[in-house]
């Protein structure tokens, strides 16, 4: 949770000051305001990258040469982001310079829920498989151990595969790959069939008009499902010698919760997919709180308002206030206003990058 942000030079917000509430904070402004910019500053305090650009560059005021993003959060650890064009990244998580960027993820966990989240069944696997690996990562201690294993031997294969090594130096990683490969399958698997328990009655709670749906998990591993991952690496080596990598394995892997035996998209209106996302980011948080009472988690949905009729976004904001969470949701809609209560949360007005509290 944090207690206090101050924002410098981050696209068009010159600098900002706020300190939000522990609950739920609006963020109301016109088009081109500031509003994702003013998530964007966050997520990146959070995981040291944008949702929305792949060089910080981008992020920089146009008039400035580098950008600065400070934050408390509610124990008073300060986290402090500086991005110089120059220099570049500099992060500092309790007055030292971080060490991994994986521990700025723990101290604070944040989803983003973007405007367009409707498309997450249709969009990538990389989409599906970075939401179940952000909740195994602080569900499972050595999760991230694996996938970082995982990650160097697959790096160091596909190395031994372009510079044409023999077969059975290129064959030396397998094992590797099949050990962190296997845990990780297993711990995506166990946490996703949890995170369903979870999402059901959050779904039926958002959208109360699909109560009889029959939801049902499919997880594709990354591999022929007959077969051992050792033996698919083996028999498919010639395939990825012609590819020029390794094709299958954890890193290919996707998911999907089939909605009365179809997908999501095929069976589900647009407002209703926003709203299956939705219930599934819930699901996480909720999770999260009763595994590893962790309660410090920040939810920040971008636009609440497309694709959701009144009623829904009603229904959203009566949803997260029964959930350990601070959320921050930006929206065009003047009238969410009038659905916040005085304790515990804020409404904020952004205009040309400049944010201001409405006290009330
Ligand atoms: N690096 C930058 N420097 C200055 N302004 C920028 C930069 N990047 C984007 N902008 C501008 O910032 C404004 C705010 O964008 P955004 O946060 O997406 O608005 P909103 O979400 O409120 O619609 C836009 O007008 C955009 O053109
Ligand atoms: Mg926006």
Not at 165 to 170: H, T
Not at 315 to 328: E, G, N
Request: charged share 20%; glycine share 4%.
């Amino acid at each position: 949770m944090l207690a206090s942000i101050t924002v410098q030079q981050f696209r068009n917000i010159l600098q900002a000051e706020l300190s939000p509430a522990p609950a739920i904070n609006l963020i109301l402004g016109e088009n081109g305001s500031g509003k994702t910019s003013l998530l964007e500053a966050i997520f990146l305090l959070a995981m040291g990258r944008s949702f929305r650009s792949r060089f910080l560059k981008a992020l920089v005021n146009n008039q400035h040469e580098r950008l600065t993003v400070f934050a408390r959060s509610s124990d008073q650890t300060p986290i402090g982001l500086q991005y110089d064009l120059s220099s570049g990244l500099q992060i500092r998580l309790n007055n030292a310079p971080l060490k991994k960027l994986s521990d700025l993820a723990l101290h604070l966990p944040v989803q983003f829920i973007p405007a367009n989240c409707h498309q997450f069944f249709e969009l990538g696997p990389k989409f599906r498989r970075r939401m179940v690996d952000w909740g195994v990562f602080h569900v499972e201690h050595h999760f991230n151990f694996h996938w970082q294993s995982y990650k160097k031997s697959l790096q160091q294969r596909n190395a031994a595969i372009k510079q044409r090594k023999s077969k059975i130096e290129i064959s030396l990683w397998d094992k590797y790959l099949v050990e962190h490969g296997n845990s990780i399958t297993q711990m995506r698997q166990r946490y996703l069939q949890r995170l369903v328990e979870y999402f059901k009655p959050l779904f039926n709670e958002l959208c109360p008009e699909l109560t009889a749906t029959e939801f049902t998990l499919r997880y594709l591993q990354g591999w022929n499902k007959e077969s051992e991952f050792a033996q698919y690496l083996a028999d498919n080596l010639e395939r990825d010698l012609a590819l020029g990598y390794t094709r299958s394995g954890a890193h290919a892997a996707d998911w999907s919760l089939r909605v009365d035996g179809a997908d999501p998209y095929e069976m589900l209106s647009r407002g209703q997919q926003k709203l299956f996302f939705l219930a599934l980011s819930m699901a996480q948080i909720q999770l999260l709180a009763d595994t590893k009472q962790l309660t410090n988690s920040i939810l920040m949905i971008d636009d609440l308002s497309s694709e959701l009729d009144w009623q829904h976004q009603q229904t959203v904001i009566s949803t997260l206030r029964t959930l350990p969470v601070q959320s921050f949701i930006s929206t065009t809609n003047d009238e969410l206003k009038s659905l916040l209560s005085s304790e515990n949360e804020k409404l904020f007005h952004v205009k040309h990058g400049e944010i201001s509290a409405e006290l009330s």
